[in-house]
Nanobody
Framework: QVQLVESGGGSVQAGGSLRLSCTAS????????MAWFRQAPGKEREGVAA???????SYADSVKGRFTGSRDNAENSLFLQMNFLKAEDTGMYYC?????????????????WGQGTQVTVSS
C-alpha cells in the first residue's frame, strides 16, 4: 500500500525557515513526478514545487528564490527547504506523487497524497 508521510511543519515568525520532508513507501517503481502543494484556509490547493525523477525542479513564482527542494530516489524521499517565510506561506503542505511526464504542478495528475503538515508563519 502506497503511503506518503510529511513532517517538518511548525510555527515560525516571518523571515524564519522550515524544512519539510516527505517519505514515500509501498512503491514498486520510482514515481516520475513528486511535488509539494499547499492549501491555505478558504483557498484552493496550489502547487509549490515539482521534481521529476532526475531531479529537475520547478517552482511557483511566489516561492522562487526562497524555497529549494530536492528528492532522493534511493530513499523515495522529497524535501523542501523554506527560507524567508512570509505570512502568506501559511497553510497545510502536502506531498504528492504521480507517474507522468512532464512533471508539472497540475493537481489532478497526482494520484497519491500525504495527509499534510501544517506551516504557520506569524507576521
Amino acid at each position: 500500500q502506497v503511503q506518503l508521510v510529511e513532517s517538518g511543519g511548525g510555527s515560525v515568525q516571518a523571515g524564519g525557515s522550515l524544512r519539510l520532508s516527505c517519505t514515500a513507501s509501498g512503491y514498486t517503481y520510482i514515481p516520475k513526478c513528486m511535488a509539494w502543494f499547499r492549501q491555505a484556509p478558504g483557498k484552493e490547493r496550489e502547487g509549490v514545487a515539482a521534481f521529476d525523477s532526475d531531479g529537475t525542479a520547478s517552482y511557483a513564482d511566489s516561492v522562487k528564490g526562497r524555497f529549494t527542494g530536492s528528492r532522493d530516489n534511493a530513499e523515495n524521499s522529497l524535501f523542501l527547504q523554506m527560507n524567508f517565510l512570509k505570512a502568506e506561506d501559511t497553510g497545510m503542505y502536502y506531498c504528492a506523487a504521480g507517474h507522468f511526464y512532464p512533471c508539472t504542478m497540475v493537481r489532478g495528475r497526482f494520484h497519491d497524497w500525504g495527509q499534510g503538515t501544517q506551516v504557520t508563519v506569524s507576521s
